[in-house]
């Protein structure tokens, strides 16, 4: 029996995982083993650790985070890791480690697995990122990876002009997606009573975090966007906060700050995977630069207000406006939302993100399939160009 350790750090990322995990836990071929970390175990991040353990056996929760969200506070949270991963790996022997995304926090936890000649699974490699230092770490956490799973054709191409072996990279669509179609979500009068909240003639979803290459503009972004926001007539807000990236306090004060002051806004830690996903369904615009707002919203057929460089680079629906962090370019892009030709537009969008209804359940039989003592990897390519296209 295989042994699968899966890791994760944040609550985003679990909801991505959520699946994969489950299907993991139900097969009698694979032994899983969960490790929590990161902003899981932070009471200030909602200790989304305790929502894990009612579904799933823990096997490890790995303290990390410092109370600091400065450079200097993360470099240390990454040193931390690096120790602590170590004796994790030590005791668990895992035959594969699972990893998704571009966090710093992955870095020393995949670069463990390679000296401890764990082949490394990696979800969403390929994007591109260009507003954050997390673009670096995930072309660094493809070259440590031994399986790829890609959200598009697009990402699988760039994949395998890293040098990656074609044969061990897939295109299963967007984790995130799966969820659409297996959670029973909830109806509007089930979802105003999961929040304590009732939904107003017009509704936003607001998630902004920092744009780490530009940390030192973080305050002065998020400041437009809540004065864009205040601007509005007949509309409730729902903010979920800033995860534990640099400066990522800095936005969730403001935003405690801003509903201390509000009738028509709430916010919340952590939404948690099944109200995020039925909150979509009754918003009319997600807006920020949450990675959800391009990768998820279009399949709800719901606008997304892009702000900033966090997700240049991106794949993109026809649903997405991108914007500045400007107070006048955000309003005129609500009232794009709100218009008749671009509310006709959303009907027809479709997600470049879908693939796979199920990729869970693919991405298991190839987990099954590997020859674990045979995991060497060489450079993939040669003088034909082409070669990375086919």
Not at 12 to 17: R, T
Not at 149 to 173: C, D, H, L, Y
Not at 263 to 277: P, Q, V, W
Not at 333 to 355: E, T
Request: charged residues 25%; proline residues 2%.
């Amino acid at each position: 029996m295989k042994k699968v350790c899966v890791v994760t750090t944040t609550r985003a990322e679990y909801g991505l995982l959520y699946w994969l995990i489950k299907e993991i836990q139900n097969d009698n071929d694979l032994d899983l083993q969960l490790v929590v970390s990161g902003m899981h175990l932070s009471p200030e991040f909602g200790l989304t650790y305790k929502e894990i353990e009612k579904e799933f056996k823990v096997d490890k929760k790995i303290e990390m985070l410092l109370s600091s969200d400065t450079s200097v506070g993360i470099s240390k949270s990454m040193g931390v890791a690096q120790i602590s991963f170590a004796d994790a790996f030590e005791e668990l022997k895992p035959d594969f480690l699972v990893v998704l995304g571009d966090r710093y926090e992955l870095i020393p936890i995949v670069s463990n697995a390679v000296i401890f000649n764990i082949p490394v699974v990696h979800m969403h490699g390929g994007e591109a990122t260009e507003g954050l230092i997390d673009e670096y770490f995930r072309h660094a956490i493809t070259k440590m990876s031994y399986l790829h799973f890609t959200a598009t054709n697009e990402f699988k191409r760039r994949v395998i002009q890293m040098g990656e072996e074609p044969s061990r990279v897939f295109n299963i669509g967007a984790l995130g997606l799966e969820n659409i179609y297996r959670l029973n979500l909830l109806n509007k009068e089930e979802f105003e009573n999961s929040i304590n909240f009732k939904l107003n003639k017009k509704n936003l979803l607001v998630t902004y975090h920092p744009e780490t290459l530009n940390i030192e503009n973080v305050e002065n972004n998020f400041k437009e966007i809540l004065n864009a926001l205040n601007e509005l007539k007949d509309t409730n807000i729902i903010f979920t906060k800033a995860n534990s990236d640099t400066n990522g306090r800095v936005i969730n004060r403001m935003i405690d700050d801003y509903i201390s002051k509000k009738d028509n806004a709430i916010a919340f830690a952590s939404l948690g995977h099944l109200r995020y996903l039925s909150a979509l369904q009754y918003i009319d615009a997600v807006v920020g630069n949450s990675s959800s707002g391009i990768i998820e919203v279009p399949s709800f057929k719901k606008a997304t207000i892009n702000i900033g460089d966090r997700q240049k680079g991106r794949v993109r629906a026809k649903s997405i406006i991108d914007v500045n962090a400007k107070k006048e370019d955000i309003l005129k892009a609500i009232d794009k939302v709100y218009s008749k030709d671009f509310q006709a537009m959303l009907k027809k969008v479709k997600n470049p993100y879908h693939n796979e209804k199920y990729p869970s359940k693919k991405i298991v039989e190839i987990l099954k399939s590997v020859n674990i003592n045979n995991i060497m990897k060489s450079f993939y390519g040669g003088k034909n160009e082409n070669m990375f296209y086919r």
